[in-house]
């Protein structure tokens, strides 16, 4: 079955450390991955697809195949990164069924 | 654009209790999903429709909880009887179509059974 992994509850780092959030995934077919985001008082909200390939708020991440994970990473973390990170998986062949990690708090300290 | 709608955004509530959740997509979204996000845990899928047919509810628990969608636009969701361990957030979310990537979530209910 399919099954995303999120190691890390809470991840704290300084204002201007890197960051990486990290996700692994188990899935026999060809998956899609996301990275979700909830700030504060705000709603669970998409931040970025492995496919776009693009970078949002210095945000990226890299599907890694042969090690099944999507790691999110930003060099030089800000304080508005403060949030609920969460990765998912896409079963697209099901029409869009998401599979959510449990998520990680990353709090950036000033 | 008010996003995706639910009511209310919190309730209290007895066991045995019965109790109904509420969502509006955005306007023109033709598939919607319900979500159960327990304390701790990512949102887990309920049931999702496409228009007002319910295309996926292998995790809708159907001696408890029913669902519809009618006209394929609202949809409610209910829960007779509530029971203790269905205290939750239920997001609903909507998407374009079953090929869109992006889903759009509401702000959610919070529903807590005593």
């Known amino acids: 079955a399919q099954r995303v992994t999120q190691p890390e509850k809470l991840l704290s780092v300084f204002k201007g450390a890197p960051v990486e959030l990290k996700c692994n995934y188990s899935?026999?077919?060809?998956?899609?991955l996301f990275w979700y985001v909830q700030y504060s008082r705000q709603r669970l909200q998409l931040l970025l697809r492995?496919?776009s390939r693009e970078s949002i708020k210095g945000f990226t991440a890299d599907l890694n195949k042969g090690e099944t994970s999507f790691h999110l990473k930003k060099p030089f973390a800000q304080e508005e990164d403060s949030a609920m990170y969460y990765c998912a998986l896409s079963e697209m062949e099901y029409g869009n069924k998401l599979v959510f990690g449990a998520g990680t708090i990353l709090r950036v300290k000033s | 654009e008010a996003g995706v709608v639910q009511s209310p955004r919190y309730k209290i509530i007895e066991k045995k209790q019965p109790v109904a959740f509420w969502c509006n997509p955005i306007?023109?979204?033709?598939?919607l999903y319900w979500y159960r996000q327990n304390l701790g845990q990512g949102p887990e899928l309920l049931i999702r429709y496409e228009n007002e047919e319910a295309v996926d509810d292998s995790q809708l628990p159907k001696d408890r909880f029913s669902a519809e969608r009618l006209k394929g636009v609202d949809s409610t969701l209910k829960i007779q009887p509530a029971e203790l361990g269905d205290s939750a957030v239920y997001l609903c979310?909507?998407?374009?179509?079953?090929?869109?990537?992006?889903?759009?979530f509401g702000p959610g209910t919070r529903l807590t059974v005593t």
């Open positions: 306007s023109g979204h033709n598939t």
């Open positions: 492995h496919i």
């Open positions: 899935y026999s077919g060809s998956p899609e």
């Open positions: 979310a909507s998407s374009l179509d079953r090929r869109s990537y992006e889903q759009y």
